[in-house]
């Protein structure tokens, strides 16, 4: 296969100059790591220097057991046409982020959205506070400790009948009082 | 001389039967299953040979067709289309979402229940249902016509309250115009 030559390449010219960890996926991805403060440098870096110019995407992944949020910002160069991933680890708790909306306009959807999903502030964001949810005053959806199965059945009518949609083969068999066919039972939901 | 009683029901007839061949379905789609719709009216299951066809705005329209799961933000326009439109008015909820919430029943942000919000004449189930499905659940709104049991805003004006406090339970911002005719 190829010996990914352009990855490395790119993978010592982002990490040297600031001195942070990094590896290469593999064929055009390339993932480095580094902290809440040098995100934005790395990335002007990449965009002015490197031709990384096209943000592709910014996601957040919570991380509830180490109590961290993890920004991704994928962004990717139409001459390398490599795919490289910044990401960054932030506390949970009260979890503030440096706004980049000055280097690329089209980060200001993806940081509005994260503000509504996952409650992270980003100083300086320009547009109103509801993006897509409206009158959401609970916590944000998003978090892994927000509990969406409870908060539907508290807040919306439950239609009894849900109870005993476990598995349908199990229910036909106790209806009907036959047995499950043994090429149905590596199916089954209860091991 | 003619008998009231009798005279009434043949312009009930009459009524109904005119009704139930004219039904001008609210052109808003929400959710996955407006996608259906098209392949309803469209040559293959031709719904215009009972009469189904599309109206532009909420006053021509006869039928609101709720096509599918329903988030809070959208439930506040579908009831603010619902109160626009002049009686008789009928609403269909269409798929699963609309009965008991489908595949979307843990959602924080969709509702469960149709009925519970507003009126529901016919539901038909289904995720998706097939035109086939449409189009049955379109005849049996119409023996519903027919029979005169479709009233769907008499069972809104009269219990308006209940509806009401159920729909101020999802959305809390109410900042909506107050159509009562």
Redesign the interface.
């Known amino acids: 296969m190829t010996d990914l030559i352009k990855e490395q390449k790119l993978l010592e010219n982002v990490t040297n100059p600031f001195k942070i960890k990094g590896r290469v996926i593999r064929n055009r991805r390339v993932e480095v790591f580094c902290d809440k403060e040098t995100v934005s440098s790395v990335l002007l870096y990449a965009k002015t220097q490197l031709g990384y110019i096209h943000l592709a995407h910014m996601t957040c992944i919570d991380w509830i057991d180490e109590n961290k949020f993890e920004l991704i910002y994928t962004i990717w160069s139409p001459v390398e046409k490599v795919h490289l991933f910044v990401k960054t680890k932030i506390d949970r708790e009260n979890p503030v982020m440096e706004n980049i909306d000055k280097i690329w306009d089209q980060a200001n959807t993806y940081e509005r959205e994260m503000r509504e999903m996952f409650g992270i502030e980003f100083p300086g964001l320009i547009g109103e506070h509801d993006f897509?949810?409206?009158?959401w005053?609970?916590m944000p959806?998003m978090r892994k400790d927000?509990d969406?199965?409870q908060?539907?059945?508290q807040?919306?009518?439950?239609?009894p009948?849900?109870e005993d949609a476990k598995d349908v083969r199990e229910t036909l068999v106790e209806r009907s009082g036959t047995e499950v066919p043994d090429f149905a039972k590596k199916y089954s939901r209860e091991r | 001389m003619i008998n009231d009683k009798d005279s009434q029901k043949i312009v009930d007839y009459i009524q109904n039967f005119s009704r139930k061949h004219s039904l001008f379905v609210m052109a808003y789609g929400t959710g996955c299953g407006a996608i259906e719709i098209p392949a309803t009216m469209t040559s293959r299951y031709d719904a215009e040979r009972f009469g189904i066809r599309g109206a532009a705005t909420p006053r021509q329209a006869d039928v609101l067709l709720i096509t599918g799961y329903l988030a809070?933000?959208t439930l506040?326009r579908v009831i603010r289309v619902y109160e626009q439109m002049q009686e008789p008015k009928y609403v269909i909820g269409f798929g699963s979402c609309t009965?008991?919430?489908g595949m979307y029943?843990?959602?924080?942000?969709?509702?469960?229940?149709l009925e519970?919000y507003i009126p529901v004449d016919v539901y038909i189930n289904g995720c998706m249902p097939r035109p086939e499905s449409v189009i049955s659940g379109f005849i049996k709104l119409q023996e519903l016509i027919q029979q005169g049991k479709a009233d769907n805003g008499k069972r809104y004006r009269e219990n308006l309250e209940w509806y009401r406090a159920?729909q101020k339970?999802?959305?809390?911002?109410w900042k909506m115009p107050d159509y009562n005719w």
Request: hydrophobic letters at 20%; zero cysteines; charged letters at 30%.
């Open positions: 897509a949810l409206e009158d005053d609970e959806p927000f969406t199965h908060y539907a059945e807040t919306y009518y439950n239609r009948g849900r | 809070t933000k506040k009965i008991n919430g029943y843990d959602s924080y942000n969709t509702i469960n229940a519970q159920n339970k999802i959305i809390k911002n």
